[in-house]
């Protein structure tokens, strides 16, 4: 593996595509059975010994549900999707591309208040921490991560920084991470977002979230639980307090806050899988340490709840707005549109609109405050309807093409060939970007006849 000044690896996801009847099917996934107690050095490693079957039952919504009763963490996270069936062999071949040397991950079971389930660790023993958001920054944007998964994954560390940079009063770019800054936490988030994109997740949702009681101790000493970037990630999502230690970890509260569309109760879906995934104390009363991951599928339409930002300048270059979209895209938005009006005064001007999870709230309306001369910024919740969404593989003669289906009570009302995919196929055969398209198009209507 080639190293780099932070160690750490590059990566991209991959789909392993199966041919049932005709289709390539995305999305793999499988049950392992649980059993056993952790086996210490002897854990296996992942070395891709098991592999997951794909199972074609995605005919609506496939919803992920953190129940999050005993809190979560980042190696949780990741434990807890492999339980559910994230290929091992996959994990480890995404996070090889990450290009680090000195560090390992391991896989092992074990059993937390009678919980059988998976644990996940990062072995770095070299590995100092310290870093600061441009060592982050540049690795990932140099990485070979797939547009989407390399966003998501800068805009999950970007609000890690600039959580602690309101702790310490000072700006994300000037501090360093101590604990965080270590391996550890690039892998948890890493293997996170790409545990949910080997599993086809279409929207997450989530419990309460137990964030325990006591204290932790840091380099700035002892803290109450949460911490204070925890309690930051935290703001403005239902948590309680229970357990005599913490239960939920800053990169917990990081992942389950950047993925979830919704908390509440669990959500009315058919109930696939389930995973369990264990924390490194075993505590002997109270709730296990065991974040429980479940899979379902819900073939009612989906509605999403997300937040409408909305700001209206009539005093900005168009550099300048086009580095507002790039900084918004960056930091994880579903969607941003520039709009000309005409202000008061008669002025032209633009209004900026900006769809966000309502986790993203607050991150994204401090960068249109940055990076624009607004003095506001609009919001109003909504919902919206979508249409259920399933990934398919065709092969064409100028190679493999995923395919976007979007239907509506179960009825196909549309497919649209993915765009990376066929751009991508066109610089490489050097024909138009249309031919590839209706190449995929004349593939996807072929298996389907």
């Known amino acids: ?52 079957k794909l199972h074609d039952f995605h005919m609506g919504d496939r919803i992920l549900y953190f129940d999050c009763a005993a809190g979560a963490a980042g190696d949780m996270t990741v434990a807890a999707l492999l339980d559910l069936g994230v290929p091992i062999k996959d994990l480890r071949t995404e996070l090889d591309k990450l290009d680090v040397k000195g560090f390992r991950v391991v896989r092992s079971k074990a059993v937390r208040g009678g919980i059988s389930g998976t644990r996940f660790r990062v072995d770095a023993p070299g590995d100092r921490g310290h870093r600061h958001w441009a060592d982050f920054e540049r690795v990932l944007k140099k990485s070979r991560l797939s547009k989407g998964v390399k966003q998501r994954s800068l805009a999950l560390i970007r609000r890690v920084f600039e959580a602690e940079a309101k702790v310490h009063g000072k700006t994300p770019e000037s501090i ?89 109760p669990w959500p009315s879906m058919t109930l696939k899988k389930i995973g369990y995934g264990l924390g ?26 997300v937040v409408i930002l909305e700001t209206t300048v009539d005093d900005a270059t168009p550099e300048q707005l086009g580095y507002l979209q790039e900084r918004l895209w960056d930091a994880g938005v579903l969607d941003v549109f520039l709009t000309p009006v005409i202000m008061k005064k008669n002025r032209p001007g633009t209004n900026v609109t900006v769809l966000v999870n309502p986790g993203f709230r607050e991150a994204v309306t401090e960068i249109l405050f940055h ?30 093409v995923r395919v976007k289906e979007g239907s509506r009570d179960g009825k196909l009302v549309r497919a649209a060939p993915e765009y990376e995919d066929c751009r991508r196929l066109a610089r490489a055969k050097k024909v138009s970007l249309e031919k590839i398209q209706r190449a995929a198009l004349a593939a996807y209507e072929d298996t389907n006849e």
């Open 1 to 52: 593996m080639r190293g780099n000044s932070l160690g750490i690896l590059q990566w991209k996801v991959q789909f392993i595509p199966i041919k049932q009847t005709d289709k390539l099917y995305l999305s793999p996934f499988s049950l392992r059975p649980h059993g056993g107690t952790e086996t210490g050095e002897e854990a296996q490693l992942l070395n891709g010994s098991n592999h997951a």
């Open 176 to 264: 360093h991470l101590h604990e965080l800054g270590s391996l550890d936490t690039l892998v948890d988030v890493v293997g996170a977002v790409c545990g949910l994109e080997l599993l086809g997740v279409d929207r997450v949702e989530s419990s309460s979230i137990n964030v325990g009681s006591g204290s932790v101790d840091t380099e700035h000493g002892r803290m109450p639980v949460p911490a204070p970037a925890t309690a930051l990630l935290l703001k403005g999502v239902p948590v309680f307090a229970d357990g005599e230690f913490e239960r939920t970890t800053p990169t917990g509260a990081l992942l389950v806050t950047g993925f979830a569309e919704r908390f509440g």
């Open 280 to 305: 490194s104390k075993d505590p002997k009363k109270g709730r296990p340490n065991a974040l429980r991951l479940v899979l379902g599928e819900s073939s009612s339409r989906r509605a999403d709840s």
């Open 371 to 400: 990076e624009s001369s607004t003095f506001g910024v609009r919001a109003h919740s909504v919902e919206r309807d979508v249409l259920e969404r399933r990934v398919v593989a065709v092969r064409t003669r100028y190679g493999k």
